[in-house]
């Protein structure tokens, strides 16, 4: 009953340093989607793949990369990490785009 | 675009209480809404939906309304407990993408 997996859980940085968020489903899903969370923003989308080796930037895409290789997998990649990236990263996941995601507990990033 | 707008908190509450928590949304077409929960450190958890005007969406004890006429999708619960306090966040999904667009939450407090 696993879901949306995203390891690890915390993380912390130095500015510069790259990193991968990793992001699993086991629900065959073809869409899958990273956000982040800021207070007083909500959640806004990062990139986002439709399905295996089709990828597309979302609403803040700058500083991040993404592949989709495998239907289950979905890293996020910080290539050069600033401290405007701290934030709580969450992966979701979903059948198709009339279905509600579904997300994973988060990554708890800070960049010093 | 596509954008949601809901009612800022905090919001506290006693115990027994009405809860009310206002969203409207500007979007193009027919989208599909949602409500999420964050329950504290956790991830999003799909609360309810409604697909198409007039649906109503309900789940423990929560409901919401899709109305076209007024673009509005406000979450309501007649009687809450402290296990309802959590981060709700109003979401739409464009029909025609994958996209979700959130809002930037409320957080609500239930004291005993």
């Known amino acids: 009953n696993a879901g949306v997996t995203q390891t690890p859980k915390f993380q912390v940085l130095k500015t510069g340093q790259s990193m991968t968020l990793q992001c699993a489903q086991d629900?065959?899903?073809?869409?899958m989607s990273w956000y982040r969370q800021d207070p007083g923003m909500g959640l806004r989308l990062i990139h986002y793949?439709?399905?295996?080796?089709?990828?597309d930037q979302g609403e803040v895409p700058n500083g991040y990369n993404v592949s989709r290789s495998t239907t289950e997998d979905f890293p996020l990649r910080l290539l050069s990490a600033a401290p405007s990236q701290t934030s709580v990263y969450f992966c979701?996941?979903?059948?198709?785009?009339?279905?509600?995601?579904?997300f994973g507990d988060g990554t708890r990033l800070s960049i010093l | 675009g596509n954008s949601v707008t809901q009612m800022e908190g905090p919001v506290t509450l006693s115990e027994e209480a009405f809860l009310t928590i206002n969203c409207t949304y500007t979007?193009?077409?027919?989208?599909?809404l949602f409500w999420y929960v964050q329950y504290p450190g956790e991830g999003l958890q799909l609360l309810l939906k409604?697909?198409?005007?007039?649906d109503k969406g309900s789940n423990k004890g929560f409901e919401a309304t899709y109305r076209k006429e007024t673009t509005s999708f406000h979450l309501e619960k007649g009687s809450v407990q402290v296990s309802d306090s959590a981060v709700y966040f109003c979401?739409?999904?464009?029909?025609?993408?994958?996209?979700?667009?959130f809002g930037a939450g409320t957080t609500v407090t239930v004291r005993a």
């Open positions: 409604a697909t198409k005007a007039d």
């Open positions: 629900m065959n899903h073809e869409y």
């Open positions: 793949s439709v399905g295996a080796g089709i990828t």
């Open positions: 979401a739409l999904s464009d029909r025609n993408d994958y996209k979700l667009s």
């Open positions: 979701a996941s979903s059948a198709d785009r009339a279905q509600p995601q579904h």
């Open positions: 979007a193009t077409g027919y989208p599909s």
